[in-house]
């Protein structure tokens, strides 16, 4: 494809807000009520279908995307379809993942979907797991021509994963319970708090019950964050759940010790329930807005898939992974070839970009290598030789996903050194000073105990995880998911971006150079076009399936299939004569003035020419992370000189535009130059390595199976100006962090003053320590703004 210079669309300085998904988004001059082409299908296709009554719900949802117009391999549920008409009943059902729920309208549509089939009988989705239950009659439906219509609508099913979170079930039900106990243990201590007597049998009988609840709630709750404290600490790590322990320990330990010496004012059991649950609370808010992002994706992960081995004159279809050199298999249309192979008997044409960052296809002749990872774009069966097995193929590095990482805050850490040390000095302290100077063992046991309990970090434990749930809640509205809750934290120590180019700062798809073309067709022309383009893979037909389809045009009916001729394009017999579309010199037979030519029986109907083009936004985003002091650069397996164009483009200096690099060598110098303090922004499978070595991970790709499984946070719609978002909301974020400790330490020193002189009591503990979270919470929710204008001000901190 011959190059043309990037088209760049300036922004505007104020938010829109999508007519489909109601995402803000920076409205650019060709597109002021969508935030991409997918939404604007989709809002087309719900009103031609009668489906409009989705918009009565009127909740923000994820955007549409660009997979909506490209085709995906839904083999794997005809199969599951037949394995479960197998068992010769009347009705049958199976259960699926779902990606894209994100509101109550999306789950009224998926159902109202499925009813439009032919056979259906039920559709019942669960929003929280992210899956759906279809029932139909048997042999009456066809799963894989709903999954593809779904698709249409911005929803992709996939095999059942067991995507729910068994961490976050459980944490769940302890906090139900232990909210139970909690309640419990105040209506319990009731007497205490008016004074009864202590020998009356109702009241020993009430400490023997707050006994059992706070026991409970030790062990159902403070196990919790007992198991993290101590996997910290053998990591030598310090955690937030470490002080939390203690005070826990501390508190039950001392009213147990209190409750059988019969030394009433030192019992504690109501402050344990109640502090065991508002840590539950808290944890349970910052583990819930990660873990729905998570979940909005599917489970799937890439692998490469089943080929078919060939054994002798027979075939035998095996997992990828077991694939040897020197074996012969053959690939599929659209399928990726898993190892460095020799091409066998014909030439053919395949995609790069994914695994090399090359937007152009490119053909290989028979005998020719093809790099594994390629995909497919010929409409037969291929067959190659393996010149490698699945170990030494590097795609299998690239599809390696490990656990998620651990990150250490060792500001944190260091706080909570400081803040565990000043604790107990004071709480020996006050223990000695009213022991020898009053000599009040007692007493001097009381003041301990006071100090260890009050000191208790339950303003943060409380206020903290819910600035998290409430800032990932806000920056959906944007277009940012978040999947890492210590994203915030490293973000601050962020000074450099890193963008992959195809995909990434650009667009996914091609894009049309001259679109007026367009409105000089015909709208039966449109349709015989999207006929030709509909189930091609080649980039330039993605181009022009996704124009067509967004502006309504429907795919022409007709027999005969559409022949690809590899390297050359598209034909097809139709009712009105032998359409072509593809490279002049093959279309117009010996014209070579350039161009992708549609022609009608040799007579040249139109002639388009594509352009990579830049997201809206991206150079002035990029403007703005260069003037607020950050490094920015280009990392791309594409061509130097198309890369330095891009980065010409883009205003960035010289030398920070690199390409032709593989994805070992962006790796290599992410380790070398920025493991510490980057932020890596990309789509591809040639990204991968890079990835695994960047201090922060994000990508715009969320339907591959690879990246969004590794990402820290991912990006929808087609601009990037929720990158300058994220990091709006990330100084918002510690300003409001910083407030929050300055009254948590300002409270502390309070009620710790109080506890060393004696006036503090379990009435007291019980009552400042609610209130405190209360005024935290406010904090938050005063002091936590994402910036309006979803760009940063000119600052040398981020």
Sequence with gaps: MPHVPLKTSAPARKHAECRHCHTRFHPVSDE??????????????????????????????????????????????????????????????????VQGISCAGCVWLIEAVFMEHPGAISCLVNSSSGTVRLRWNTGMSDLAAYARDLQRFGYLLGPLQGKTSASLGALTRKLGLCGFLAMNAMLFASPRYFSMDPGDALVA???????????????????????????????????????????????????????????????????????????????????????????????????????????????????????????????????????????????????LNWITGEPAPRSFSAGGIVPAGARSLDD????????????????????????????????????????????????????????????????????????????CPCAIGVALPLLDDIAAARLQQYGVYLRAGSVWARLRHVTTLLFDKTGTITLETLRPANPGVFGELSVQTKSYLLRMV????????????????????????????????????LEWESPVGCWRLGRCSWVMEGDDSGGTVLALDGTEVARFRFREELRPDAAAQVAQFQAAGMDVYLLSGDEQARVEKMGGTLALPEGHALGGLTPDDKADLVRRRWAGNALMLGDGANDSLAFDAALCRGTPAVDAGLLEHKADFYLLGRGLNGLGTLFGAGRSHRRTTLRVFAFAMTYNALAVSASLAGWMSPLVAAVIMPLSSLVSIGIVLAGFRVPASGYFPNTKRL
Aim: hydrophobic share 45%.
């Design 534 to 569: 509909e189930r091609s893979l080649h980039p330039v037909a993605a181009c022009l399936r996704e124009a067509l389809l967004s502006s309504g045009i429907e795919p022409a009916q007709g027999d005969g299939a559409v022949r690809e001729i590899p390297g050359m394009g």
């Design 32 to 97: 002021q009520e969508f935030c991409c082409e997918g939404c604007r299908f989709v809002h087309h296709l719900l009103h031609k279908r009668g489906l409009e009554e989705f918009y009565n719900f009127g909740e923000t949802m994820v955007p549409a995307g660009s997979f909506v117009f490209h085709e995906r391999d839904y083999r794997w549920i005809g199969e599951l379809q037949r394995t479960a008409e197998a068992n010769g009943e009347e009705m049958t059902e199976v259960m699926v993942d």
């Design 380 to 455: 037969g069966d291929l067959t190659f030789e393996a010149l490698e097995g699945w170990e030494e193929s590097q795609l299998s590095a690239l599809l390696r996903i490990d656990a998620e990482r651990e990150w250490r805050n060792r500001g944190l850490e260091r706080l909570i050194r400081i803040y565990l040390g000043v604790v107990l000095t004071l709480a020996a302290t006050g223990f000695f000073a009213w022991g020898f100077g009053a000599g009040s063992w007692l007493s001097a046991f009381q003041v301990m105990i006071s100090v260890l309990v009050v000191s």
């Design 205 to 351: 009988l009430f400490d023997i019950i707050s006994f059992g609840l706070a026991t409970a709630s030790i062990a159902l709750g403070g196990t919790y964050f007992f198991r993290r404290a101590w996997a910290a600490l053998r990591m030598g790590a310090l955690h937030i759940d470490l002080p939390i322990s203690l005070g826990l320990l501390f508190a039950y330990a001392g009213s147990v010790g209190a409750w059988l010496k019969d030394q009433h004012s030192l019992n504690y059991f109501d402050f344990v329930s109640i502090f065991t649950f508002l840590m539950l609370l808290g944890r349970w808010l910052q583990e819930r807005a990660v873990e729905a992002n998570r979940r909005r994706l599917l489970g799937l992960r890439l692998s490469p898939g089943r080929v078919r081995m060939v054994r002798g004159d027979a075939t035998e279809e095996v997992e990828a992974r077991e694939i040897s050199g020197g074996e012969e298999f053959i690939v599929a249309r659209n399928q990726v070839v898993p190892v460095r192979s020799r091409l066998r008997h014909r030439g053919a044409t395949f995609a």
